[in-house]
C-alpha cells in the first residue's frame, strides 16, 4: 500500500479535523510536541505516514490518546506488511519444473481448479489444501511442481517449498518444530528458534504469513499430524502436501491419488529421456512393441521409466534388446532397473523399512497369494488371524500405500511391492518353506469354500471326498445359491491364477477338485470364456497325478464349456477322451454322463443320428443304475434331438417326463423350462 493511498488521508483527515476544532495553526500545534510545521503539513496532506511516536504525541496534545495512535500503528503494520511482501514476492522456492509431464494433464488441471483463488472476487477457494499421495517413484514431486508452477501467478507474494524428508532411512525426517523453524528462516523472519517451542514458533509463523497470499509445497510429509500442524500456521496460505502415505486429512482437502502411467504415456516418457536410439526412423513403428515391453516390465512407474531410459542414454552399447533381457527375471528386475547410481529396489527397500514390523510381515504373507484380488477372508487365511484383525492390517497398508483398492471391500498389490517382497533380499520376502505351507493354507480356504458354494448352486450334483481338506474357520457363509454366485463372482479374476498356481506349485490334486467346483458357477452364469482356461489346467493337474478318474471329469467339462462356446467339434473329440478315460478308471457312472454330453455336441454338430444313439445310451443307463436328476437332464437332451429328427411325440413325451422329475426334485425353475418347451413344439 503505497503512503497517501487509504489509510494516510484517514489519519491526516482527521489531525485536520482536531487542529481545526481547537483553532490552532499548523505552526502552533508543531510548536506544542516540537517538532518542523512542515511534518504537520505534509501529514495532514497524507504525502508522509505517520509513526506511533509522532501520534502518541498529538494524542497527548488532543487528548484524544489512543485514537491517532492506533490508526498510526495500523499504518505502520501495512507498511511492514508491504515491505515483507516485495521481499517475498522476489522470492520462490519451488523445486525445477520438469519440462514434460506425460500422463499427468487430467491431474494437473483438477490441482489447479481447486486451488486457484477466485478471480472475479479476490477470495481463495474453500479448498486451500492438497494431498499428493502414492507410492514411492509414482511423480508426486513433479506433479507438486508442476501444478505450483501454473499456480504461480495466482501467489504473488511468494512460493515456499519445504522438503520434511519423512521417509528418509539414515535418519528421522523433520519435526513439526525444525519444519516452522525452517519456514521462518525462508520468510527472513527474526528469531524463529525452535528452542522456543511449537506455540512460539506457530504464532510466529502466522505473523509471519498474515494477509499474505503465499503457495507453500511441502514435500514428503508422513503424516497427518504434521499436516494439521503446519496448515494452522499458514492460515491464509494454499498448501500442496505430497506424501506416500493416503493421510488422514478434513473433507475438504483435494486429494489426488497417483497411479501408473497409461502405456503411451510411458512409452513417450522413455522415448523422450532415452533419445534418438529409442527413436528410431521416422514413420518406422518395429520399436514400439519392444519398448511397450520395457515399460511394461518398468511397472509403467515414472522412476523406474527414468532409471532404465537413463542408463540406455548413457551407455550407447546398452541395445533395447539388452535392456529386454536384463529385466525378464522377476528375481533381479528391480536391481536392474537403476542408472549406477541409484535403482528401484533401493528405493523400495527405503520404504519397506519404514513401516512397521506387522506391516511388513504382513506385506510378505499377503504376496503369497496369487491373484490380483485379496480379500478380508483370503488375507485372514494367510496373516492366520480373524477377518476383523485382518480389515485393519489391510487398512493400515492401504494409508501406506503398500497396496491399493481394487472394488468394495478388495484391495490389490502394486506391481513393484508386490515383486520386492516376493523376490526381495533376505529377510523380507518368505522361505520357500513357509511360502509352501501358506500356499497349502490358502488353497485350502478356497477349494472348501468353493464346494460350500457348489452345494448351494448345483445340490444335486455328486460331491467329492474332502475329508483330508480343513474348513475354513473364517470364510464366508452362504445361505442361498445367489450368495455363492457372487462370491464366486467377486473371486473371478483370481481363479486362473489360483489354478496356474496350484498347478505349477504341485497341488495337483487341489487343482483339479478346486475346477470341479467351479463347474456349476461357470454353467450358471454361462461364462464360457472363462470357465476353458480353467478346466484346461484342470486337465492338466488330472493327467500330471496320472489319476484316469478326474481326467474324465476335467476332460468332459472343459468338452461341455467347448460346446457352449461354439467349439462342438473339439468339443466332441474331449467327450470321446473323456469316455476312454472313465473306462480306463473302470467308472461306468462317468463314462454315461461323458456320452451324454457327447451326444449334446454331435446335436450341436447337426449330426442328429449319433446324437440320438449317444445319448439314448446314457439316457438307457441312468434309468437302470443313474440318479432321477441325471434322467431328467438327459431327457431334456434327448427330446430336443428328437425335436430335430421331426419326432414330436417323442421330444413332448421326454419333455413332459423331464418336467415331472424336475417337479419331484423341488427344482421349479428347470420344470417351467419344460413347460415353456412343450408349449413351443
Partial sequence: MGVGDVTEPTFGSLLRKLREETGMSQRALAGKIFRDHSRISRLESGDIAPTVEYATLLDEVFGTAPTLTAIAREVEAGAQQARRRKSIGRRSELPPVPANLLGRSTEVAAIVDRLRPDTASGSARSVRVCLIYGIAGIGKTALAAVAADRLREYFPDGQLYLDLYGYATNGPGMSVEEALEALLIQLDAPGGSRRAGRSKLVADLRTQVSELRLLVVLENVPDAEQVRLLTSALPGSTVIVTSRSRLTAPDEVCRVALGVLPFEDAEDLFRL???????????????????????RMCYRLPLGIHLIATRFRDNTTFTLDDIESALTSKDTRLDEIGNGEQSLAEVLAASHALLPERERSALAGLSVHPGVRINRYSAAVLLETSPREADG???????????????SGAYEFHDPIRDFVRHGPVGVVLTDRERRRLLHVLFNYYLSTAAAAELQISPHRIQLDLSGVPESRFGPVFDSAQAALRWIGTEQENLLPLCREMLNRDFAETCWQFCYYLRGYFYTTMRWASWVPVFRLGVQAAVKLGQRGPEGLMLNNLGLALAESGEPDEAARYHLAAQAAFEAAGDRPGQAVAEGHYGWAQYLRRDYGEAYRSTAKALSFFRANGTDWHVATTLESLAHIAGK????????????EAGRIFRELALSGDAARMEDQLRAL
Avoid at 529421456?273 to 515399460?295: C, F, S
Avoid at 493400515?396 to 472394488?407: G, I, P
Wanted: net charge positive.
Fill in 273 to 295: 529421456i532415452a533419445g534418438p536410439r529409442a527413436n528410431g526412423a521416422p514413420g518406422d513403428g518395429t520399436l514400439r512393441p519392444q519398448i511397450r515391453n520395457i515399460v
Fill in 645 to 656: 429328427c421331426d419326432d414330436k411325440e417323442q421330444a413332448a413325451a421326454c419333455f413332459r
Fill in 393 to 407: 492390517v489391510l487398512n493400515s497398508l492401504l494409508r501406506s500405500s503398500m497396496v491399493a483398492d481394487h472394488s
